[in-house]
């Protein structure tokens, strides 16, 4: 039973939730790091706000209590049992971007804190939110892909704000070294590869 007397709560959580589910959908991506675990997370957490949406209080937040309870469902029902893997078929990644991010290129910035933090979200920082540990990661989700401030952060994951800007830094900060390792890694493979084709003309 989901407590609804009638249709008109019914029609009215609709109305309501539908804006958010594509941004409830990329989070719960990035969290399970898998579109199947994500979409069942996601089905999960809305089928619980309907539950309880009388209980919702009219005026407030409610794009923050759906992310509250999207983060509760997560680490209560799947963090222990989804298993933390990446996205493995380029194809597939592509798609998920196509529909949830912008698909221009991020333009190099100097301060690689404003790569991160700029809307248009590329592969290269997606893939690299992946690899951060979980309650990094869900902080930096809730605040560089959902835009959430502090104090929404604190009160969707139920943590003082302190500990939410020490997470956020210290994730920004992983972020960085993911992003320069993997910069790192791909000038060098350009350099052998021009290396390469100068010792074969030289041949």
């Keep these: 039973m989901l ?12 109305a ?76 597939e990644r592509q798609s998920v971007e196509a529909r949830f991010f912008s698909a221009d290129t991020t333009e190099q910035a100097q301060n690689p804190e404003e790569l991160i933090l700029h809307r248009a979200i590329s592969a290269d ?21 959902q835009e959430f401030s502090y104090r929404e952060i604190a009160e969707i994951l139920d943590v003082p704000v302190g500990t939410v800007m020490s997470r956020l830094f210290r994730g920004r900060k992983a972020l960085q070294r993911v992003l320069l390792e993997a910069e790192s890694a791909e000038e060098a493979a350009t350099i052998d590869l021009n290396a390469w084709r100068e010792r074969k003309k030289l041949g």
Excluded: C, H
């Excluded at 007397?5 to 029609?11: A, P, V």
């Design 3 to 14: 407590g609804f007397r009638n249709n008109q709560n019914k029609n009215e959580f609709e």
């Design 16 to 91: 309501m939730v539908s804006p958010w589910l594509d941004g409830l959908y990329a989070s719960g991506l990035r969290l399970t790091r898998n579109e199947r675990d994500a979409e069942d997370l996601v089905q999960d957490a809305v089928m619980r706000a309907y539950r309880f949406f009388d209980k919702f209080e009219r005026g407030t937040n409610f794009r923050a209590w759906l992310f509250k309870i999207l983060t509760n469902t997560f680490i209560n029902s799947y963090r222990r049992s989804v298993k933390e893997r990446s996205l493995s078929d380029e194809s």
């Design 125 to 145: 920082v997606l893939v690299a939110i992946d690899t951060l540990p979980i309650d990094f990661r869900m902080v930096v989700i809730l605040a560089d892909l």
